[in-house]
């Protein structure tokens, strides 16, 4: 059977309410159309942007935490790598005896003093650290003597002057004192493992 024929006027001819009617319904269908297809996809579209959105905040506060850290960190460890470079000159890994007798002596002759013998002993074992003694006997004046003791205790390097022996070495016709010392000078090593 064939569908019935509809005039082509007819939609004229309907009362005004009837039109206003299809009229709705044409819009009503348009509008949920629009609403199902687009409006609905629109928003997951959107919601879908900001989780990722709130995700990507997320990380980028703990990647800016991360770097806070890292920062702090690095501060950290340049310190540390100047304290132990520090440490390092006070306390060295090899006991450096050239470079303490080069000090000796160099210390000696600012002073003023007689370098008579330098003796370097072997190292003894302590339970964090090796010491390394040398003997030295050295002729000069009372404050000569002063001078070198107070030079020695400002060098970098760790340095006790241990069993002190002065004697008069001899005496001048002008009332001056020569002093003969012998003393044993410690510095100190790292242990190596």
Do not use: W
Request: hydrophobic share 45%.
């Amino acid at each position: 059977m064939a569908p019935p024929k509809i005039p082509a006027n007819a939609f004229a001819q309907l009362p005004v309410a009837a039109k206003l009617f299809v009229l709705v319904l044409i819009l009503g269908v348009l509008t949920s159309g629009y609403y199902a297809g687009i409006h609905l996809g629109l928003e997951e579209d959107t919601d879908t942007a900001m989780r990722k959105h709130a995700a990507l905040d997320q990380q980028l506060q703990e990647a800016r935490d991360r770097q806070k850290e890292y920062l702090k960190l690095r501060e950290e460890v340049s310190v540390r790598e100047a304290l132990d470079k520090q440490n390092l000159r006070i306390l060295p890994v090899t006991a450096e005896i050239p470079a303490f007798l080069d000090d000796l002596n160099r210390l000696a002759e600012l002073s003023g003093l007689q370098m008579d013998s330098v003796q370097p002993n072997p190292e003894t074992a302590e339970k964090l650290y090796m010491k390394v003694p040398v003997a030295l006997a050295i002729r000069g004046k009372y404050h000569e003597l002063a001078k070198f003791f107070y030079n020695i205790s400002r060098l970098e390097r760790a340095i006790n002057m241990e069993d002190l022996n002065l004697r008069v070495a001899e005496r001048k016709a002008d009332g001056e004192v020569q002093l003969a010392v012998a003393v044993r000078a410690t510095t100190f090593r790292r242990k190596t493992q």
